[in-house]
């Protein structure tokens, strides 16, 4: 039996108990009337429901940059640079003649 099935039982059988009830209100004679009624339970199970789906498509975005405008100066002046010379002092020889100690010391011109 479905679950759609057991939920209309149990509708119709509230919907009889609610007729009962307005039925002794309609006959009686005194201000104070009790009716004894139980509710049932209704327990319904559903089965489960998949996620919803959802499709999202986004265009593409399109990015046009303008190409800078790039200059280059026809004239680049490097500084002139200070000429520097050395002086190179021998300051011993081994027993062959061969320079084994010397001394460099820049000289400004």
């Not at 007729?19 to 559903?46: D, F, H, K, N, W």
């Not at 489960?48 to 680049?76: E, G, L, M, R």
Request: charged letters at 15%.
């Amino acid at each position: 039996m479905s679950d759609a099935t057991l939920v209309a039982q149990e509708i119709q059988d509230l919907a009889t108990a609610v007729g009962e009830v307005a039925e002794a209100v309609r006959r009686a004679q005194s201000p104070e009337i009790r009716v004894e009624m139980q509710t049932p339970a209704i327990e319904v199970t559903l089965p489960p429901i998949p996620p919803s789906q959802v499709s999202v498509t986004v265009p593409v975005p399109v990015v046009n940059v303008a190409a800078p405008d790039v200059t280059v100066q026809s004239s680049v002046n490097v500084p002139a640079t200070k000429p520097v010379a050395y002086v190179v002092n021998v300051t011993k020889r081994d027993g062959n003649g061969f320079i084994s100690e010397f001394l460099i010391s820049p000289l400004e011109v």
